[in-house]
T-cell receptor, first 115, second 114 residues
Framework: EAGVAQSPRYKIIEKRQSVAFWCNPI?????LYWYQQILGQGPKLLIQ????????DSQLPKDRFSAERLKGVDSTLKIQPAKLEDSAVYLC?????????????FGPGTRLTVT | AQTVTQSQPEMSVQEAETVTLSCTYD???????LFWYKQPPSRQMILVIR??????QNATENRFSVNFQKAAKSFSLKISDSQLGDAAMYFC???????????FGTGTQLKVEL
């Protein structure tokens, strides 16, 4: 079974530019998560999807961050415009569903550097 | 809101020795799950062990075991017979209140020395 795929692995941009990250979850997993992990901290949930609907985006900075999962499979997270404090690793995870407690499987992450 | 605290930023252990990583959490819920994740330099988060709060028996997975103290809201990870491959950042995580969402601690960097 293929794991969670993410691209790109690394991205360097200047502040005020835009950037997009892509995630393809494990086949059949209905729930998809995006986490932000700032250096020296644990991952923080940005947004959670169940199929193509948003379950929780309470910690997503909506003035600059957006995410979509149009067909309920892969997902894109966008930042526009980027700020220096957005430098972090962006982790995507998926789980079979969100009812009960199912293991979340993580992708390798995208390391974003904003200069 | 639930919080997870890991008070040890760094720990060191000699190869083949035992080390214990600490974690405390705060919650008002009675039913929840706790996890330890390992994150090597590759950044891939790997589940090490999980504990259901309603189970009194501590979880074990080969060389990894936990000491779950529900009343004290404490959840420590013991690694026995430490190996070089155990060197990584370890995160304690909490899942409760529905929605299958994880709240992570700040992590403990484990170094394994020859």
């Amino acid at each position: 079974e293929a794991g969670v795929a993410q691209s790109p692995r690394y991205k360097i941009i200047e502040k005020r530019q835009s950037v997009a990250f892509w995630c393809n979850p494990i086949s059949g997993h209905a729930t998809l998560y995006w986490y932000q992990q700032i250096l020296g901290q644990g991952p923080k949930l940005l947004i959670q999807f169940q199929n193509n609907g948003v379950v929780d985006d309470s910690q997503l900075p909506k003035d600059r961050f957006s995410a979509e999962r149009l067909k309920g499979v892969d997902s894109t997270l966008k930042i526009q415009p980027a700020k220096l404090e957005d430098s972090a690793v962006y982790l995507c995870a998926s789980s079979r569903t969100m009812t009960g407690t199912y293991e979340q499987y993580f992708g390798p992450g995208t390391r974003l550097t904003v200069t | 809101a639930q919080t997870v605290t890991q008070s040890q930023p760094e720990m060191s252990v000699q190869e083949a020795e035992t080390v214990t990583l600490s974690c405390t959490y705060d919650t008002s819920e009675s039913d929840y799950y706790l996890f330890w994740y390992k994150q090597p330099p590759s950044r891939q988060m790997i589940l090490v062990i999980r504990q259901e709060a309603y189970k009194q028996q501590n979880a074990t997975e080969n060389r990894f075991s936990v000491n779950f103290q529900k009343a004290a809201k404490s959840f420590s990870l013991k690694i026995s017979d430490s190996q070089l491959g155990d060197a990584a950042m370890y995160f304690c995580a909490y899942n409760g209140g529905g929605g299958n969402k994880l709240t992570f601690g700040t992590g403990t960097q484990l170094k394994v020395e020859l």
